[in-house]
């Protein structure tokens, strides 16, 4: 069974600063998919970005990357120019591939409440 | 831009009734996910769908809930004799084909268990 963790409940940043989430996964897998998802006061869940662990090069989004270590098992979410609305809980999730078809669900951590200061 | 919707937002029901709650998944995905948040916890995967039925489902999806795709668009989440504890939100997701494992979420139901 895969394990996701999130080992910062609460983090607090001004605004425009730089933020690093951390997170660290358990698996077996070799082929699997890592996701960040926002979650903001409305709890509408927002993908931020998603990176596959057969590539190297880590994802970006605008303002949005990643940093994937494959080796360590992490996969870290640094959000630069953070900005007001970035205020969230924000999710990192795993999703393994499944041959033959069919769909895996989502393993989720618990969070981290991401906190833009004026 | 194309998204999951949920009916209801909210719905409130008295312990021991039946619920159902509704999904409109984006038209051209196939694979179709129920999941729940418990009120400060985190995401838990109940279920997922596909070609008309159950791939995979969670330790929580037991025999109180159901799923059914009863048409060409809706995707339903039965809870029958509801209990406190399923009081949560519900968000049903879904995903196209193909490479892509980017699942995409509806706004979510708030279930309220009196």
């Known amino acids: 069974a895969q394990t996701v963790t999130q080992s910062q409940p609460e983090m607090s940043v001004q605004e425009a600063e730089t933020v690093t989430l951390s997170c660290t996964y358990d698996t077996s897998e070799n082929n699997y998919y890592l996701f960040w998802y926002k979650q903001p006061p409305s709890r509408q869940m927002i993908l931020v970005i998603r990176?596959?662990?057969?590539?190297?090069q880590n994802a970006t989004e605008n303002r949005f990357s990643v940093n994937f270590q494959k080796a360590a098992k992490s996969f870290s979410l640094k959000i630069s120019d953070s900005q007001l609305g970035d205020t969230a809980m924000y999710f990192c999730a795993f999703s393994p591939p499944k041959s033959g078809g069919g769909a895996d669900g989502l393993t989720f951590g618990k969070g981290t409440h991401l906190i833009i200061q004026p | 831009e194309p998204e999951v919707t949920q009916t209801p937002s909210h719905q409130v029901t008295q312990m021991g009734q039946e619920v159902i709650l509704r999904c409109v998944p984006i038209?051209?995905?196939?694979?179709f996910y129920w999941y729940r948040q418990i009120l400060g916890q985190k995401v838990e995967f109940l279920v997922s769908?596909?070609?008309?039925?159950?791939?995979?489902k969670s330790e929580i999806f037991d025999d109180q809930f159901s799923v059914e795709r009863p048409d060409g668009s809706n995707f339903t989440l039965k809870i029958r004799s509801t209990k406190l504890e399923d009081s949560a939100m519900y968000f049903c997701?879904?995903?196209?084909?193909?490479?892509?494992?980017?699942?995409?979420f509806g706004p979510g139901t708030r279930l309220t268990v009196t």
């Open positions: 769908f596909y070609n008309n039925e159950i791939s995979e």
């Open positions: 038209s051209n995905h196939l694979y």
């Open positions: 997701a879904s995903r196209r084909t193909g490479i892509s494992h980017e699942q995409y």
């Open positions: 990176q596959e662990a057969y590539k190297q």
